[in-house]
Nanobody, 124 residues
Framework: QVQLVESGGGLVQAGGSLRLSCAAS????????MGWFRQAPGKEREFVAA???????LYDDSAKGRFTISRDSAKNTVFLEMNSLKPEDTAVYYC??????????????????WGQGTQVTVSS
């Protein structure tokens, strides 16, 4: 059974930074693509970033230049470093796992395991 546990959310002022962590169980962590999604109240869950192993990451346009996804395979952990945060980044952030090809990384339906989410609130 795969378990994903996020942490690191919180309240931050606009322009600030947060680092989210997602600890994963399971020996096959390094062979899967790990993604970050977010969901704001009343909105659909949306793609933020994804990365497979040490491969080239994929970012949503809203995250490019501000967010960085990284992985520590030895610790089975994936991170999302978020800088220059804006109020519109406010959402519950989820990490998830997929086996799909890169061209489908943005598709929420391709992810089979999800964490419980961590709240990020950015005040103006």
């Amino acid at each position: 059974q795969v378990q994903l546990v996020e942490s690191g959310g919180g309240l931050v002022q606009a322009g600030g930074s947060l680092r989210l962590s997602c600890a994963a169980s399971g020996r096959t962590f390094s062979t899967y693509t790990m993604g970050w999604f977010r969901q704001a109240p009343g909105k659909e869950r949306e793609f933020v970033a994804a990365r497979r192993g040490a491969g080239y990451p994929l970012y949503d346009d809203s995250a490019k230049g501000r967010f960085t996804i990284s992985r520590d395979s030895a610790k089975n952990t994936v991170f999302l470093e978020m800088n220059s945060l804006k109020p519109e980044d406010t959402a519950v952030y989820y990490c998830a796992r997929t086996q799909t090809i890169r061209s489908s990384w943005r598709d929420v339906r391709q992810y089979d395991y999800w964490g419980q989410g961590t709240q990020v609130t950015v005040s103006s």
